[in-house]
C-alpha cells in the first residue's frame, strides 16, 4: 500500500510555471506506474501523463504535450510535474495516482489504485 501527498499548487498568470511534487510513502514506490490527473470544475477527472517504474519513459495528454515533464525520484520516493507555458484551461485540481497494474504505462484512471488529495492550480489570464 501506499499513500500520496501532492505539493506545489498555487495561483500563477498565464505563461508562468509550477513544479507539483508527489511524495510516497513507504518502500516500493518503485514497484508502482505513476501518472498524474486534473479536474477542472464542472468535468470529469482526466488523464495528464504517466510514467513507467524507473522514470525513463513517459507518455501524456496532447493538450499539455511540450509543456508538462513528469519525472520520478525512485530515491526520494518523489514523483513531478513539471508545468510550463501555462494556459487559463489548465485550472484544475491535479491528482497524483499510483498503479500495480503490470504494463509499462497505464492511462486508464480505472487502472489506479491509490489517490493523493489533490493540490489545486489556478492560472489566470
Known amino acids: 500500500q501506499v499513500q500520496l501527498v501532492e505539493s506545489g499548487g498555487g495561483l500563477v498568470q498565464t505563461g508562468g510555471s509550477l513544479r507539483l511534487s508527489c511524495a510516497a510513502s513507504?518502500?516500493?514506490?518503485?514497484?508502482?506506474?505513476m501518472g498524474w490527473f486534473r479536474q477542472a470544475p464542472g468535468k470529469e477527472r482526466e488523464f495528464v501523463g504517466t510514467?513507467?517504474?524507473?522514470?525513463?519513459?513517459?507518455y501524456y495528454t496532447d493538450s499539455v504535450k511540450g509543456r508538462f515533464t513528469i519525472s520520478r525520484d525512485n530515491a526520494e520516493n518523489t514523483m513531478y510535474l513539471q508545468m510550463n507555458s501555462l494556459k487559463p484551461e489548465d485550472t484544475a485540481v491535479y491528482y497524483c495516482a499510483a498503479s500495480a497494474v503490470q504494463r509499462f504505462l497505464v492511462f486508464n484512471s480505472n487502472e489506479y489504485s491509490y489517490w493523493g488529495q489533490g493540490t489545486q492550480v489556478t492560472v489566470s489570464s
Open positions: 510514467i513507467n517504474r524507473s522514470g525513463a519513459s513517459t
Open positions: 513507504g518502500r516500493t514506490f518503485s514497484s508502482y506506474v
